[in-house]
């Protein structure tokens, strides 16, 4: 007799290995093993079979005929993944109907119920079709927080499914962040990815980009947070500091008597930070009277704004209502933009940012046309014996831009509009070419941008001709700078 080894895919179902062995007995073969594991594949089932040539062939013909014998053998691979399943009732239903939707078979399922929330489903997925695994996954990620623990399939194929959910995961664990801003990150990623890869881009590339981002900011927390602190006087009894960390605004802080008085504040994930050093700077800050102004309603100016809870806020129409909207979880001006949504939310959740209570804005303009050309006059600032004019621009890097402008003292906070790259530290130079990439421009109008650029240029140049020295420009990132004719040169930096 001979022995003949047959590799056979059977359907999961009873009586499946009864109907293999009754035609190999019919044939009157002698299976000498068997071997099958449920685990590793759900339909393979080795047997050697002791027979005559002519009842061996007969065996494989009636195996073939009724597709337990196929051609090619099906590409069976094992995914674990953990599903973060909320605590309620029914809550684990939808997964179980997606795998069973695309006839996937669960080889092993660890779970164990906590007080947590969430509760963390751990799966060994059986794939026969790898083409499956991307919207599979998709799907489950559309309604919970999945991670991937190992994936035989190729990363290319799975069209970077794998890729977010894995950098989702990796950012939850760096941020601490809950389950729901980190399907929030999930979902804000993929955003920018669509985006990005109908421009062109490498999906690996965009989300080293995302990567970078969050480590950037992150890696600054605590002890490792540095900030360049430059300290002028523009008027007798006024003193202006600029604090620049490497990633955020510029804040800018000024002193006279009682009062203090702050531009823009920066991440709010520094908060803490940001008051050990302006308690260092201002002894007693903390319950001194404050007045918050910025130049414009992006997240990385706003940061503080929250957080400095006894401030009075003040700023134009265009900016309350962009952060009016923040509040009622509607888009704000910058995410009017579409390719500026995705980045926009991400910088919300890697830095923590919380909108203000509106009730403390005080509100500059009532009547300010919702659109115009150029600067146009919408209020003063007073500080201490200086008064700025506030001037409200077109809208080129965002709606509701701002500068301020003290002809006296010859100095303009010219938010975003100027800033001094080529004064620019190398961190600061690396995380300011992040923005950029990850939605295209950090304007909402590139040309009404340069438009506002050109008319601050020709403003800056009026007030140094008119006062015999360069005006001073306090950007907002880098250095405070002078105006050397149409460019920019830093002035001397006191680290503290």
Do not use: W
């Not at 094992?78 to 078979?105: S, T, Y």
């Not at 991307?134 to 190992?150: A, C, R, T, V």
């Amino acid at each position: 007799m001979e022995r003949k080894s047959y590799v056979t895919s059977m359907p999961d179902e009873s009586g499946a290995l009864l109907r293999a062995s009754r035609i190999i007995a019919g044939h009157g073969g002698n299976i000498v093993r068997a071997s099958y594991n449920k685990a590793v594949d759900l339909h393979m089932l080795f047997l050697d079979v002791a027979a005559p040539r002519e009842a061996l062939e007969g065996i494989e013909k009636e195996l073939l005929k009724i597709g337990y014998i196929k051609d090619k053998l099906a590409d069976t691979r094992v995914i674990e993944v953990v599903v973060k399943i909320p605590d309620r009732p029914g809550a684990l239903l939808p997964v179980l109907e997606i795998l069973n939707r695309h006839g996937i078979n669960i080889s092993y399922l660890n779970y164990s119920s906590s007080d947590e929330p969430y509760q963390d489903f751990k799966m060994g997925l059986l794939i026969e079709d790898p083409g499956i695994v991307k919207p599979l996954l998709d799907e489950i990620s559309e309604l919970y927080q999945i991670n991937i623990i190992q994936c035989e399939i190729s990363e290319e194929n799975l069209d970077n499914t794998v890729f977010y959910i894995r950098l989702a995961n990796e950012m939850q664990k760096l941020l601490d962040l809950d389950t729901e801003k980190t399907m929030r990150f999930i979902a804000e990623s993929n955003r920018i990815l669509q985006i990005l890869q109908a421009e062109g881009e490498n999906a690996s590339k965009v989300f080293d980009y995302i990567r970078r981002f969050a480590y950037f900011v992150s890696n600054y927390r605590g002890d490792s947070f540095k900030a360049t602190v430059e300290e002028l006087t523009p008027a007798e009894g006024l003193t202006l500091y600029s604090i620049q960390p490497p990633c955020g605004s510029n804040t800018y802080l000024f002193t006279s008597g009682e009062e203090l008085v702050l531009i823009d504040t920066g991440y709010a994930v520094y908060a803490g930070e940001m008051k050990k050093l302006l308690n260092g700077l201002v002894p007693g800050f903390e319950p001194l009277p404050k007045r918050i102004y910025i130049t414009h309603a992006d997240v990385d100016h706003c940061g503080l704004l929250s957080r400095l809870e006894d401030a009075e806020i003040v700023l134009n129409k265009k900016s309350a209502d962009s952060l009016k909207r923040q509040a009622a979880g509607l888009p704000d001006y910058r995410e009017n933009n579409e390719l500026s949504f995705g980045y926009s939310k991400i910088s919300q959740i890697v830095s923590g940012y919380v909108p203000p209570d509106p009730s403390r804005f005080k509100i500059l303009d009532t009547d300010t046309p919702e659109e115009h050309e150029g600067f146009i006059l919408i209020g003063q600032m007073t500080v201490g014996n200086l008064s700025f004019d506030i001037l409200e621009g077109g809208g080129g890097h965002l709606g509701g831009e701002m500068i301020y402008v003290s002809e006296k003292a010859g100095i303009i906070f010219t938010g975003d509009l100027l800033v001094n790259i080529s004064g620019f530290s190398e961190e600061l130079a690396q995380f300011n070419s992040l923005a950029p990439y990850l939605m295209k421009s950090v304007n909402v109008d590139s040309k009404r941008a340069t438009e506002m650029r050109k008319e601050i240029i020709r403003l800056a140049g009026e007030i140094s001709r008119l006062n015999g020295r360069p005006c001073i420009i306090c950007g907002g990132h880098g250095p405070i700078s002078v105006l050397d004719g149409d460019r920019l040169t830093a002035v001397s930096r006191i680290k503290r």
